[in-house]
């Protein structure tokens, strides 16, 4: 059967909540609506892509992770969209990157967002990690790739320049500061 999945993250005021929704794309919940929690964005669903795995917001954007497919046919990498959400009722897209397939990765899915600073870590099952820069979200930009293809990477937590990956191996440290110069 099919599995659903929800993330979800909140705008740092704690008006909205941007949901995640697997198939169904990501949604805008105003928290503080008077009647209650209500939709209020459009259902976001980029190119009638597959599923929307993740999503992570600052103050004015939002980064939503997705891939076309669970298994790697032909060029369905993992990407990841930034929309502006300064109207959280109209979200719109700034820019998209197609993140890079490493030589014996054999399947990718963007599964979590990890942000740091301008630094967006994107777990890409055994494609690894990545790290994108966020500093300009009309012009994302790849900063490195590292990691092991032959683990799946679920998700990442950042110390410093630690990058503590969970993966189906169990708990792995990378130094990230080492990758910078891959």
Do not use: K
Request: cysteine-free; overall charge negative; charged content about 10%.
């Amino acid at each position: 059967g099919h599995h659903v999945r929800f993330h979800a993250a909140l705008s740092p005021d704690g008006r909205h909540a941007y949901i995640a929704d697997d198939s169904e794309g990501m949604q805008v919940v105003d928290l503080q609506h008077p009647s209650g929690p209500a939709i209020v964005g459009t259902n976001y669903r980029p190119f009638g892509v597959d599923m929307v795995y993740d999503v992570i917001a600052n103050s004015t954007h939002a980064f939503l992770s997705y891939n076309n497919s669970r298994f790697l046919s032909g060029s369905d990498a993992s990407q990841v969209h930034v929309l502006d959400i300064s109207d959280p009722t109209s979200p719109t897209v700034t820019d998209t990157i197609t993140l890079p397939i490493p030589g014996g990765a054999t399947t990718v899915s963007a599964w979590n967002l990890t942000l740091n600073g301008n630094d967006l870590y994107v777990s890409d099952n055994n494609a690894g990690i990545h790290i994108v820069d966020v500093s300009d979200p009309s012009n994302l930009s790849l900063t490195t790739t590292f990691g092991s293809t032959s683990v799946n990477h679920y998700d990442a937590a950042v110390a410093g320049n630690y990058v503590f990956a969970a993966t189906d191996s169990g708990l792995i440290v990378y130094d990230a500061s080492a990758s910078y110069s891959n």
